[in-house]
């Protein structure tokens, strides 16, 4: 799997990979979210057992968490690594630049970098939250539609994870080092 992987995304461009992972992950992420939200509010409207009201508002919380994390995503990062991008291929070179240049990359790595390690903090808290998948409680049906939608997003999280640790990130610095920018 790890092989097809690499060969999918080995030689794609940044910008190429920046729009994939927006349109694929990041959208789809905001979509799934969207319809998880609707239902944790559909449940928290309706008087259930303190367990149940307890789970849909984690889960609203890490939705809503997830949705900050995708909109600085596309709002911030995937705009810099097209400017960034469009550097590389000027043949940009910030060695040139007054100093203001190298702090902003510097700055943008980092961010990017902690904003990654902020999904695997949610992922961890996604995992802690679920509801039991066997369990002596009965659900209503509407709790497992909202338990399947919350294990959508986790699948959708880990394959972001994945892909910004692996591909993106190192692309990001690669481009950086190439108009000497890197930290």
Same mark, same amino acid.
């Given at each position: 799997?790890?092989? =097809?992987?690499?060969?999918? @995304?080995?030689?794609? +461009?940044?910008?190429?990979?920046?729009?994939? /992972?927006?349109?694929?992950? !990041?959208? +789809?992420?905001? *979509?799934?979210?969207? &319809? #998880? *939200? *609707?239902?944790?509010?559909?449940?928290? $409207?309706?008087?259930?057992?303190? &367990?149940?009201?307890? @789970? +849909?508002?984690?889960?609203? *919380?890490?939705? +809503?968490?997830?949705?900050?994390?995708? =909109?600085?995503?596309?709002?911030? !990062? =995937?705009?810099?690594?097209?400017?960034?991008?469009?550097? #590389?291929?000027?043949?940009?070179?910030?060695?040139?630049?007054?100093?203001?240049?190298?702090? $902003?990359?510097?700055? %943008?790595?980092?961010?990017?970098?902690? $904003?990654?390690?902020? /999904?695997?903090? /949610?992922? !961890?808290?996604?995992?802690?939250?679920?509801?039991?998948? @066997? &369990?002596?409680? /009965?659900?209503?049906? #509407? !709790?497992?539609?909202?338990?399947?939608?919350?294990?959508?997003?986790?699948?959708?999280?880990?394959?972001?994870?994945?892909?910004?640790?692996?591909?993106?990130?190192?692309?990001?610095?690669? #481009? %950086?080092?190439?108009?000497?920018?890197?930290?």
């Amino acid at each position: 799997m790890e092989r =097809i992987l690499q060969e999918q @995304y080995k030689e794609i +461009t940044l910008p190429e990979l920046a729009d994939k /992972i927006s349109k694929e992950c !990041y959208g +789809t992420l905001k *979509k799934l979210c969207e &319809s #998880a *939200k *609707k239902q944790a509010d559909k449940l928290n $409207s309706l008087e259930l057992q303190q &367990s149940t009201s307890q @789970y +849909t508002t984690l889960c609203s *919380k890490l939705i +809503t968490e997830i949705e900050g994390c995708l =909109i600085t995503r596309t709002d911030i !990062y =995937i705009p810099y690594i097209l400017q960034l991008s469009k550097k #590389a291929e000027d043949q940009h070179d910030c060695s040139n630049c007054t100093g203001n240049c190298k702090l $902003s990359h510097d700055v %943008q790595l980092l961010e990017l970098k902690a $904003s990654h390690n902020n /999904i695997k903090n /949610i992922l !961890y808290r996604l995992q802690m939250v679920s509801l039991p998948l @066997y &369990s002596e409680t /009965i659900y209503p049906d #509407a !709790y497992r539609v909202l338990r399947n939608q919350m294990a959508l997003i986790e699948s959708g999280l880990t394959e972001l994870f994945f892909l910004e640790g692996h591909y993106l990130i190192p692309k990001v610095t690669e #481009a %950086q080092n190439q108009i000497n920018a890197g930290g």
